[in-house]
């Protein structure tokens, strides 16, 4: 090669003023995060995030004619695109990275990872979190499902925390460090890249220092070029001037070195063909499905272009804005991509915040019975089914709205709890009062005694009402128990009367006749009419119970006949034992009477009052069908008044005796 060069005709180096532009700097963010699910409280997983920074370098150039070498060291410059990113492995699909299918597994990986020198894998990690949170998560539905099918309550389960999800945070925590020193050891090295290029320009600008002597310094020249492409990454900001400069020196070199053209024709010939196959490359990106992979493909494809050396200067030009065009493309969709993400992470944080209001919203203290808390509880777990519907917020939130939601869940079926628990307590007691009132009623169900045992039986029913609920599984049997007692004691009563309908019906017949006959009478014409009307009261007295329809009406016809004639007389009945009364009263004794009269006087107030009880408690149950029970117990009650009125008078008696 040199005795090819020393035969190449000497061309003279003419000066080139170049006037380069900055820099332009694109930066894209590419956050990514995991997040825990809902369903089985569990911690959000950390969120990683990767900035990736790309530098493509436009240069304006001015030559002047025959510099093609200047002209090719700032095209070349052009292309310049350097990458700054986390320590990252080679990425692999998950089928290759054989993840560990048990928990155990997985942590057991991590420390291998923490405690070896290997160069963390990023995408190994974050599989790992992955299928960590997702056995996690099935095995937290196992054992809800597992809850449910042996009878447990939805809205009293409480998850248990899995012990070790504190040692896979605890292995994770290890590795992000040792991934962030690794970052730290890498920006270091790249420092010392750049110092180690900066020396290999320094002894490129050494051999142009002497011209005559570069023909001679070829071998050591390649020697550095070869030694300058073995130094991989230097710090982003330092790239695109240190490259510049590189290319200018060895286009310098270049023009210096005087290769025949058979020579530099092969060489640019070679480079075309590296170059327009990276294009290709890129071109193929623009429709790539993975924006962020072809992203990254992109920044190894720069690397290359910018190893590679110039091309002919006609199609200089061409090469390069093909593969920027490509590669503008390429940003702009990563670009785009991460700027709709955001949106879409904004919108996703306002509706997470809008269910964690919701949740926080709900007056706990207003809910007071079993149904309150279960329609409640129903609407939390309805936003909780939504929440996982919802795709991740923004980075900085997306740990903290995730807090507040499940510190919001948390406080809620804490308090459901032990509301719940108090509300058991309280049907524990209530079971135990029904089931005494059960066996009372269930002791009283065979009983002939009616009208005492109707009394009670009321009287149980309507302490029933006034005790609590029960649980659900235990409410309906003990309900039938009661039930089923009261109804065959009522029933047994039902049949009883149905079976004297047939003497009542004769009773009646016998009735009308007393009726009828006292209709009869004539007043002025009967000599013995005390007598009678004595007579057919006695007679009256000793007929039986006649149906209960016709009762009212039959006594009503009795009585209106026996008020006729006694009026003829002068007197009722009452007022004949009033009358009387007076005799007795005015013969002495009075103050003994008094106290026996206001004795009688205040057990008639009290029966009043119990059947006027029984009355309205007869009235306000749903499907009696005892009216004839309900009328007979309000004749009771008249009859009892007129008694009462009538004691009272007597009392008034003794009083003005006295």
């Known amino acids: 090669?040199?005795?090819?060069?020393?035969?190449?005709?000497?061309?003279?180096?003419?000066?080139?003023?170049?006037?380069?532009?900055?820099?332009?700097?694109?930066?894209?963010?590419?956050?990514?995060?995991?997040?825990?699910?809902?369903?089985?409280?569990?911690?959000?997983?950390?969120?990683?995030?990767?900035?990736?920074?790309?530098?493509?370098?436009?240069?304006?150039?001015?030559?002047?004619?025959?510099?093609?070498?200047?002209?090719?060291?700032?095209?070349?410059?052009?292309?310049?695109?350097?990458?700054?990113?986390?320590?990252?492995?080679?990425?692999?699909?998950?089928?290759?990275?054989?993840?560990?299918?048990?928990?155990?597994?997985?942590?057991?990986?991590?420390?291998?990872?923490?405690?070896?020198?290997?160069?963390?894998?990023?995408?190994?990690?974050?599989?790992?979190?992955?299928?960590?949170?997702?056995?996690?998560?099935?095995?937290?539905?196992?054992?809800?499902?597992?809850?449910?099918?042996?009878?447990?309550?939805?809205?009293?389960?409480?998850?248990?925390?899995?012990?070790?999800?504190?040692?896979?945070?605890?292995?994770?925590?290890?590795?992000?460090?040792?991934?962030?020193?690794?970052?730290?050891?890498?920006?270091?090295?790249?420092?010392?890249?750049?110092?180690?290029?900066?020396?290999?320009?320094?002894?490129?600008?050494?051999?142009?220092?002497?011209?005559?002597?570069?023909?001679?310094?070829?071998?050591?020249?390649?020697?550095?070029?070869?030694?300058?492409?073995?130094?991989?990454?230097?710090?982003?900001?330092?790239?695109?001037?240190?490259?510049?400069?590189?290319?200018?020196?060895?286009?310098?070199?270049?023009?210096?070195?005087?290769?025949?053209?058979?020579?530099?024709?092969?060489?640019?010939?070679?480079?075309?063909?590296?170059?327009?196959?990276?294009?290709?490359?890129?071109?193929?990106?623009?429709?790539?499905?993975?924006?962020?992979?072809?992203?990254?493909?992109?920044?190894?494809?720069?690397?290359?272009?910018?190893?590679?050396?110039?091309?002919?200067?006609?199609?200089?030009?061409?090469?390069?804005?093909?593969?920027?065009?490509?590669?503008?493309?390429?940003?702009?969709?990563?670009?785009?991509?991460?700027?709709?993400?955001?949106?879409?992470?904004?919108?996703?944080?306002?509706?997470?915040?809008?269910?964690?209001?919701?949740?926080e919203g709900f007056d706990l203290d207003a809910l007071k019975s079993f149904s309150d808390w279960n329609k409640t509880s129903e609407k939390v777990i309805s936003l909780q089914a939504k929440w996982k519907t919802i795709g991740y917020a923004p980075q900085k939130m997306n740990q903290k709205i995730y807090d507040r939601f499940r510190t919001a869940c948390d406080v809620f079926f804490a308090r459901k709890a032990e509301a719940l628990k108090e509300v058991r307590e309280s049907q524990s007691d209530n079971l135990k009062k029904k089931t005494e009132l059960v066996e009372k009623a269930e002791a009283l169900k065979d009983s002939t005694d009616w009208k005492k045992t109707a009394d009670a039986l009321i009287a149980l029913q309507k302490e029933w009402n006034t005790i609590g609920p029960v649980s659900r599984k235990q409410s309906v049997a003990l309900w039938n128990r009661f039930r089923a007692a009261c109804d065959a004691f009522f029933d047994a009563k039902k049949a009883n009367t149905s079976s004297q309908h047939g003497e009542q019906a004769e009773n009646l017949s016998k009735k009308k006749a007393i009726v009828a006959r006292l209709e009869a009478i004539v007043p002025e014409e009967t000599a013995d009419l005390r007598q009678q009307l004595k007579d057919a009261q006695s007679e009256w007295n000793e007929i039986g119970h006649v149906p209960f329809k016709e009762k009212d009406a039959v006594f009503q016809a009795f009585r209106a006949q026996m008020d006729r004639l006694y009026d003829y007389l002068g007197e009722t009945a009452s007022k004949r034992r009033v009358e009387r009364f007076k005799s007795t009263v005015s013969e002495g004794g009075g103050d003994r009477m008094r106290d026996k009269l206001v004795r009688q006087a205040e057990i008639l107030e009290q029966e009043i009052k119990t059947y006027e009880n029984n009355l309205g408690f007869l009235n306000l149950s749903k499907g009696n069908k005892s009216s004839n029970l309900v009328e007979e117990l309000h004749h009771k009650v008249d009859k009892l008044k007129a008694d009462l009125k009538e004691i009272r008078e007597k009392i008034k008696i003794v009083d003005a005796n006295s």
């Open 1 to 359: 090669m040199e005795e090819l060069v020393n035969n190449e005709p000497v061309v003279q180096q003419e000066e080139v003023d170049t006037e380069t532009t900055a820099a332009t700097e694109v930066v894209a963010k590419e956050a990514v995060e995991q997040e825990q699910p809902v369903e089985q409280p569990t911690e959000v997983a950390e969120q990683e995030v990767e900035l990736e920074s790309v530098t493509e370098a436009e240069a304006e150039t001015e030559s002047a004619p025959n510099s093609e070498s200047e002209t090719e060291a700032e095209a070349e410059a052009e292309t310049e695109a350097e990458t700054e990113s986390a320590p990252e492995a080679e990425s692999a699909p998950e089928a290759e990275m054989q993840i560990p299918n048990t928990k155990e597994g997985i942590i057991e990986r991590l420390k291998q990872i923490a405690q070896s020198d290997e160069e963390i894998n990023r995408q190994e990690v974050d599989a790992l979190k992955s299928h960590f949170y997702r056995i996690l998560k099935a095995e937290g539905e196992a054992a809800y499902k597992q809850y449910i099918d042996e009878g447990g309550e939805p809205e009293a389960y409480t998850p248990i925390m899995d012990p070790t999800e504190q040692l896979f945070k605890e292995e994770m925590n290890i590795v992000r460090e040792k991934r962030a020193a690794q970052h730290k050891a890498l920006e270091q090295l790249k420092e010392q890249n750049y110092l180690r290029k900066l020396q290999i320009i320094e002894k490129i600008k050494v051999i142009l220092d002497n011209p005559d002597e570069v023909n001679k310094s070829y071998n050591e020249f390649r020697a550095l070029q070869t030694e300058w492409n073995s130094i991989k990454d230097v710090p982003a900001e330092k790239s695109t001037e240190l490259w510049k400069t590189y290319q200018i020196n060895v286009e310098k070199f270049y023009d210096t070195l005087k290769l025949n053209n058979e020579f530099r024709a092969y060489d640019f010939k070679k480079n075309l063909e590296l170059k327009t196959a990276l294009c290709e490359a890129a071109e193929r990106l623009t429709e790539s499905n993975d924006v962020v992979g072809a992203f990254r493909t992109l920044q190894n494809l720069h690397q290359q272009f910018r190893e590679i050396g110039p091309v002919s200067r006609e199609l200089r030009e061409e090469v390069w804005h093909r593969f920027k065009d490509a590669s503008t493309t390429i940003n702009k969709r990563h670009q785009d991509y991460f700027e709709a993400r955001k949106e879409e992470e904004n919108q996703n944080l306002d509706q997470k915040t809008a269910i964690c209001e919701i949740i």
